[in-house]
């Protein structure tokens, strides 16, 4: 509402100069206390005239002011007024002379208009500019208004709060049938926005005036905006009624209202939209070109100051949402924002065969805005909604999912830095894409394996996947990790660092042998050796833990010669059959070399770790024993899979599995 007591005090302010300049014809500066007093006294507002003025009287009334300033009387600070650099009008003789000024062109280079934001709702005591009636110069005619290179500048100079919109750049035409086109174009936050408006003015105020927008701000909307609507001017509430029109491809129906009361606008909308479209865009640049999983959160600030300056009651349903390649129908969200604080709320949201049900509450009141997330999730297809909502493509399957999760933080990184709470997922029937977990579990008797070994071809069938989360401070940690598969069962424990996208399982597989399956094997075979993952989530370590040997050997053992039995066939215990017991002796002298071998990966892999602590401990003894010398570069650790196996070690074992 300011922002239109302004733009109508300044053509009001505008109309009188051209008055008394055209009815006196001498220089404006002789006047401009006297055409300052009568702007006031006709508009409420106060002009100053800071640069030259002239005035060409043939063949047309051509006027020319600079420096411009226009300010409510009670409002003195420089954040809150009106300037210009020149206004220029022209207009004819005959006009003036009738008393009815008809400014046929009127151009404002370079305007400058200052909102100020406020927190509170408090009531706007400024005047407006006075409405026409006959005799005054308000009664005067504009038929083009043409503004260039304006600014527009909302601020809150306590809370150190301020944005622009600029390079405004506008065209309005007032048709001989009072209609009224208004075409132009800005930036916002560095984003393109162009406008089109066509309405026809009422004749007088409270009655409707049939408006058409057209409006294209990528980066701003999700797509380009055309709507017709009635508009109404019911005091100091802006009414859109009977709404319609389409947002990209999709059509919406409803109605809008803008309250100016208060100099904290007040914004209500209820639109029903038969498809909603949103592309989805990678959080940082090049971010789609990077492995999944491989790009770091981001750093850049997010800033919602701005929510704390305008209060909104909203309702957005739609048959169907799509967002990016993800589909959802229908949606229903409720959302108010009241003193900074967003709420929304979605009920039964159609989402690839199953629903969701959450609530969202975003605070920005304070410098470091706080969030609170709660969803839940029931028997949606998880392979569409975890690709696109978090680029994750390797889990198919029925999925419920509960999450109660809170944080706070002004970037992506501090966000999931300081994130909390709870979450629990449990897929039923589907399969881990590019991944044969029970092949993997297998390879583990050869080496160490760097990285998850995916291929397309690959596939792990899924009975049923389960763990619950204790998140705090970004580190997600789980106690009861349960994957049941035809082929293979685990169970585990570990944490996901969210922060550091790291990861620390410590799982206990067990595998059916043959592949009769579980049904005809009975009970699967335990590996026999607890399992780590470790390191970057999309690009681990995977190893046998050999303190798992050293906890309980026997156990250990026992474990492992029965699960030779799969590895190896049914002479893998060792025993004789017929004339073929030299052969089967190999196979169980195979198996106590395969036992070496795990053997010899954990202790690697476990002298790997006192290698390095041992010459962490050397360099700085080292360190201070020279003083202020350099201190010698520690030794590598061992390459498990450049050294030979120990033969000796294999022998022993050859010799436990043969007896």
């Not at 002239?54 to 300010?71: A, E």
């Not at 290179?149 to 809370?159: H, W």
């Not at 304070?366 to 909604?385: E, F, I, K, M, W």
Request: charged share 20%; glycine share 10%; net charge negative.
């Amino acid at each position: 509402m300011r922002a239109l007591k302004l733009a109508g005090a300044a053509i009001a302010a505008v109309a009188v100069i051209i008055a008394l300049l055209g009815a006196f014809g001498i220089p404006a500066g002789v006047l401009t206390s006297a055409i300052a007093e009568r702007v006031e006294r006709e508009t409420g507002y106060k002009v100053a005239i800071n640069g030259s003025g002239r005035i060409v009287l043939w063949p047309t009334v051509h006027i020319t002011l600079s420096d411009v300033v226009l300010q409510a009387p009670t409002q003195r600070e420089v954040d809150n007024r009106f300037t210009a650099d020149s206004i220029e009008a022209e207009t004819t003789l005959s006009s003036l002379w009738s008393g009815r000024p008809e400014i046929t062109d009127l151009v404002i280079i370079k305007p400058v208009v200052n909102l100020p934001l406020q927190r509170e709702r408090t009531r706007d005591n400024n005047p407006p500019a006075q409405s026409a009636s006959p005799g005054n110069p308000s009664t005067m005619s504009v038929r083009h208004v043409g503004i260039s290179g304006g600014t527009i500048v909302l601020a809150n100079p306590r809370d150190r709060v301020e944005d622009r919109i600029e390079t405004v750049n506008a065209d309005v035409t007032v048709g001989a049938d009072r209609s009224i086109v208004v075409t132009g174009n800005a930036r916002a936050r560095d984003n393109p926005v162009k406008f089109e408006i066509r309405a026809a003015a009422p004749p007088t105020q409270r009655q409707n005036a049939p408006t058409e927008f057209n409006i294209d701000a990528p980066g701003l909307l999700p797509a380009a905006l055309k709507a017709n609507a009635e508009v109404r001017l019911n005091g100091t509430v802006l009414m859109f009624n009977g709404v319609s029109g389409t947002l990209g491809d999709g059509g919406f129906t409803g109605w809008a209202s803008v309250d100016f009361a208060s100099n904290k606008p007040l914004v209500k909308c209820d639109l029903d939209f038969r498809r909603i479209s949103i592309a989805a865009t990678p959080s940082q640049p090049n971010a789609e070109a990077q492995p999944a999983g491989t790009n770091t959160w981001s750093n850049a600030p997010i800033d919602l100051k701005l929510l704390n300056y305008v209060d909104a009651q909203a309702r957005i349903s739609a048959a169907e949402l799509m967002i990016g390649d993800g589909r959802f129908a229908p949606a229903a969200i409720d959302a108010s924002l009241t003193s900074g604080v967003v709420k929304g709320r979605l009920d039964n949201l159609g989402a690839y065969d199953g629903n969701a049900n959450g609530e969202l509450t975003i605070d920005a009141s304070s410098d470091t805005p706080t969030y609170a997330l709660r969803l839940d999730l029931n028997g949606v297809r998880a392979l569409p909604v975890l690709k696109t909502l978090a680029g994750f493509d390797k889990l198919d399957g029925r999925m419920q999912a509960r999450l109660d999760l809170h944080s706070q933080g002004t970037s992506e990184r501090a966000i999931v830095a300081g994130l909390g709470g709870t979450a629990l997922a449990a897929f039923q029937d589907g399969k881990i894409i590019g991944l044969n977990l029970a092949q993997m579990i297998r390879n583990l008797t050869t080496s160490p394996l760097s990285g998850w070994q995916e291929s397309a071809e690959l596939s792990t069938d899924l009975s049923q996947l389960s763990a619950s989360f204790k998140i705090d401070r970004g580190q997600a940690t789980t106690t009861d990790l349960d994957l049941v598969g035809p082929l293979v069962k685990m169970t585990g424990a570990g944490t996901v660092d969210l922060n550091t996208r790291q990861i620390g399982f410590r799982v206990e597989p067990q595998l059916v042998m043959t592949t009769e399956g579980q049904g005809r094997a009975g009970n699967p075979v335990g590996f026999g050796i607890p399992v780590m993952i470790e390191g970057p989530w999309a690009d681990p370590r995977i190893y046998p833990e050999i303190q798992g040997i050293f906890d309980n050997p026997e156990a250990a053992y026992a474990k492992l010669k029965e699960m030779g039995k799969g590895l190896f066939g049914p002479g893998g215990d060792g025993k004789a059959q017929g004339s073929g017991a030299s052969q089967d002796n190999s196979l169980g002298g195979q198996l106590g070399e395969t036992i070496g071998k795990l053997l010899q990966q954990g202790l690697s892999t476990l002298n790997q770790g006192n290698a390095k602590r041992g010459s962490q401990d050397s360099t700085q003894g080292s360190t201070q024993g020279r003083g202020t010398d350099q201190a010698a570069p520690p030794p590598s650790p061992p390459d498990p899979s450049q050294q030979d196996h120990n033969p000796a070690m294999n022998d022993i074992l050859r010799q436990l599995f043969n007896r």
